[in-house]
């Protein structure tokens, strides 16, 4: 007997938008500004850092891997505490201003899903504030509501490229992993994604071109649109040009 595809899990950065170089990042900066701590985070290095999901996380990775806990403060965790909530602040401002759209076809697919009466999920490592921020500046307040679950941040203890944000999503839906499909952009993601037994389909950035992705069950460059069709790096969209719920179903059979 072959599954029936239910629902589709969306990570947030690098996949519903571009938002980790001239979102995330530039927020870091602006926190590490304000409080004078003399870091900046530049294109490159900030690459490098994304290995560590998590602001927290990546800020504590880049005080001990490159500054050797220098001049770090007894109450450091308090710091990382309060540079995180700063840097919140500033990028939930800098999506206010309608900085960072959503990439090539989110839109469209989500609205096609709702009304095909696939249920939706968001999993990610950010912040709650900042998927709601997102969400709330692109597609309206009222699409939060589009989401049975949405599982981010702190919620679970271990990040990406643990399966926990997944495994926390799938049981807030009681849903089976064969009966969902994930969308990525990172080899951190699709380890989380994988690790928790769900198909998933990749849309790659500039910071994750070259990751390693032998296991998706499709790589494009975006999801596409009608007018804009998208390239597949990996995989068999037949002769499909965009994605939709169609092709959604298509790759699922296939694959379960
Ligand atoms: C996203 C991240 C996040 C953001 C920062 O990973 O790594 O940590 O860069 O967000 P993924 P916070 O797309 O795999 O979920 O500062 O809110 O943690
Ligand atoms: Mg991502």
Not at 81 to 87: I, V
Not at 147 to 152: E, G, L, R
Not at 188 to 207: F, R
């Amino acid at each position: 007997m072959s599954t029936e595809l239910k629902a589709l899990l969306f990570d947030v950065d690098g996949t519903l938008a571009d938002t980790e170089r001239d979102g995330h990042r530039i927020a870091f900066n602006a926190a590490f500004e304000e409080f004078g701590i003399g870091w900046h985070w530049d294109v490159d290095l900030y690459g490098k850092l994304l290995a560590v999901t998590g602001g927290k996380e990546r800020m504590k990775h880049y005080a001990s891997a490159y500054l050797h806990n220098v001049n770090v403060p007894d109450d450091f965790d308090q710091l990382i505490s309060e540079l995180h909530a700063a840097k919140t602040r500033h990028y939930t401002t800098l999506l206010a201003s309608g900085a960072i759209p959503l990439r090539p076809g989110i839109a469209r697919l989500l609205k096609e899903a709702r009304s095909e009466k696939l249920r939706l999920a968001i999993a990610t490592t950010t912040t709650p504030d900042n998927v709601a921020a997102l969400l709330d500046n692109t597609l309206g307040r009222s699409s939060l509501e589009w989401f049975d679950v949405i599982a981010a941040g702190d919620i679970v203890p271990a990040k990406k490229p643990a399966s926990d944000i997944y495994d926390y999503a799938l049981n807030e839906m009681q849903l089976a992993p064969e009966e969902c499909l994930a969308f990525e952009d990172s080899h951190n993601g699709i380890l989380s994604s994988m690790g928790a037994g769900i198909a998933t389909i990749i849309t790659v950035n500039d910071y994750t071109r070259d990751h390693d992705f032998n296991r998706a069950l499709l790589v494009l460059d975006t999801l596409g649109e009608p007018d804009r069709p998208f390239t597949a790096l990996r995989g068999t969209p037949d002769n499909h040009t965009y994605v939709n719920c169609a092709l959604l179903r298509q790759l699922h059979k296939r694959h379960w």
